[in-house]
């Protein structure tokens, strides 16, 4: 078996205080990977980073605002365009040179390398707008971040990803956890947003 999981901050989407928790995956996977980057980028004392807000729902509303959220979810393109300038404008306020690139990925191949590089991928499963609507995947229409991976000894691949939580019928939710999700019966179903800093040393 080999396995690979990276540690960052996971958000959850039913967090209280979060205006429309129902289509706040996609912010929650923003806050999750800026975050992630935010931390990376502060190693040096020299570096002063502009941080998310420390209370979770407060964070998730931001990006829901600033990242184009809507009450019908948040498309690969419009979510990587987020990832994009909230990390360019931390960049630019911080004084570093760099770029922050986004990546549409092709193949548990190209995830697993991502992983393996340090860099969690956000992850989309949609059976609807991929047309697959008899497929019964983990989730129907569900934005996570890709924390790690594993492959089995028969040579099996899972992705795995925090799931932003889950909420209940009687109103209660779980938080965020890890899931691991067999990589070949989703793989039609999947978008996966590599985010990688360019130009920039160490990082």
């Given at each position: 078996?080999r ?9 959850t ?6 205006r ?7 912010p929650?996977?923003?806050a999750?990977?800026?975050?992630f ?6 190693v ?5 980073v502009r ?11 931001l990006?829901?605002?600033?990242c ?13 365009f987020g990832?994009r300038r909230?990390?360019?404008?931390r960049?630019?306020?911080?004084g570093?040179?760099?770029r922050a690139?986004t990546?549409?990925?092709n193949?548990?191949e190209a995830?697993r390398?991502e992983?393996?590089?340090?860099r969690?991928?956000?992850?989309k499963?949609?059976?609807w707008?991929s047309?697959?609507w008899?497929d019964k995947p983990?989730?129907d229409?569900h934005w996570?971040?890709g924390?790690?991976?594993r ?10 990803v925090h ?7 009687d109103?209660?939710y779980?938080?965020s ?6 990589y070949a ?8 947003i590599?985010l990688?800093i360019?130009?920039?040393?160490k990082?």
């Open positions: 078996m396995q690979n999981i990276l540690s960052f901050h996971p958000y989407q039913w967090e209280t205080g979060i429309s928790p129902a289509s706040a995956c996609g929650a996977a923003i999750g990977l800026v975050r980057w935010e931390e990376r980028l502060s040096s004392e020299e570096v002063s941080r998310l807000p420390a209370e979770p729902a407060e964070a998730v509303n990006m829901y605002a600033a184009g959220g809507t009450p019908l979810g948040m498309s690969a393109p419009v979510l990587a990832l909230q990390l360019n404008s960049l630019r306020e911080s570093l040179s760099g690139v990546q549409r990925l193949g548990f995830y390398t992983i393996d590089a340090g969690p991928v956000a992850v499963f949609d059976k707008f047309l697959r008899f983990a989730f229409y996570t971040v924390c790690g991976y492959i089995g000894d028969d040579g099996t691949e899972y992705l795995i799931d932003a939580g889950t909420r209940y019928k109103g209660t779980a938080s956890r890890e899931r691991q999700i067999e019966p989703h793989r039609g179903v999947l978008a996966m590599a990688r360019e130009g920039l040393e990082v």
